[in-house]
């Protein structure tokens, strides 16, 4: 975690287009400071599943824990289930 922020850190320092901004800002006399919030989450994998290439290809179900849907919440992106879907709620 520490060299993933340090790493996200280098990468805005040694940003050229961030520091052309950044002087401008000052330039018309504003100091400036940035503040970035990042949230990152670790979920272990589950093994792959082998995929039979001689068996038709059916659509994908995904799964969404609770964790996911409040992220894509704040996103203000909703999923809905499709009709005729097994996880569908009923009207």
């Known amino acids: ?34 503040v970035l919030e990042a949230t990152v989450g670790f979920n272990a994998r589950e093994p792959e599943a082998v995929v039979d290439e001689s068996s038709p290809q059916s659509e994908p179900e995904l799964h969404i824990n609770q964790q996911d849907a409040h992220f894509l919440k704040s996103l203000r992106i909703s999923v809905e289930p499709k009709p005729g879907r097994k996880n569908e709620k009923p009207a």
């Open 1 to 34: 975690m520490k060299q993933l922020g340090e790493a996200i850190n280098d990468s805005i320092s040694d940003s050229e287009q961030i520091a052309e901004v950044i002087s401008r800002v000052r330039a018309d006399g504003y100091d400036i400071f940035v």
